[in-house]
Nanobody, 123 residues
Framework: QVQLVESGGGLVQAGGSLRLSCAASGSILRINTMGWYRQVPGKQRDLVASITSGGSTNYADSVKGRLTISRDNAKNTVYLQMNSLTPEDTAVYYC?????????????????WGQGTQVTVSS
């Protein structure tokens, strides 16, 4: 069974830092793009940052210069280093990964989501 397990959320004061991690496990043949999204109640889930298997990154304008996405392909893990946090960064953060997996002789290419981790920034 394929899983994305997130960790690292929590409560931090404005100006502080947090580091989120997301590890993929299961019958994975290949991990393509990985990313972080965030969602606040009543709003849609928005892309924060993404990173391709080759290391190319993409960021939402609101986080450029403060948040950094990286990945360790050997560990099937993606990270989000969050610095200079503001209360506007408060949200549930979700990991997303585009995976090629297998089950016996069957192959499946689809996106998977983590369970979400709460990040709260106090003013």
């Amino acid at each position: 069974q394929v899983q994305l397990v997130e960790s690292g959320g929590g409560l931090v004061q404005a100006g502080g830092s947090l580091r989120l991690s997301c590890a993929a496990s299961g019958s994975i043949l290949r991990i393509n793009t990985m990313g972080w999204y965030r969602q606040v109640p009543g709003k849609q889930r928005d892309l924060v940052a993404s990173i391709t298997s080759g290391g190319s990154t993409n960021y939402a304008d609101s986080v450029k210069g403060r948040l950094t996405i990286s990945r360790d392909n050997a560990k099937n893990t993606v990270y989000l280093q969050m610095n200079s946090l503001t209360p506007e960064d408060t949200a549930v953060y979700y990991c997303n990964a585009d995976l090629l997996t297998h089950a016996g002789s069957y192959y499946l290419h689809r996106a998977y989501w983590g369970q979400g981790t709460q990040v709260t920034v106090s003013s």
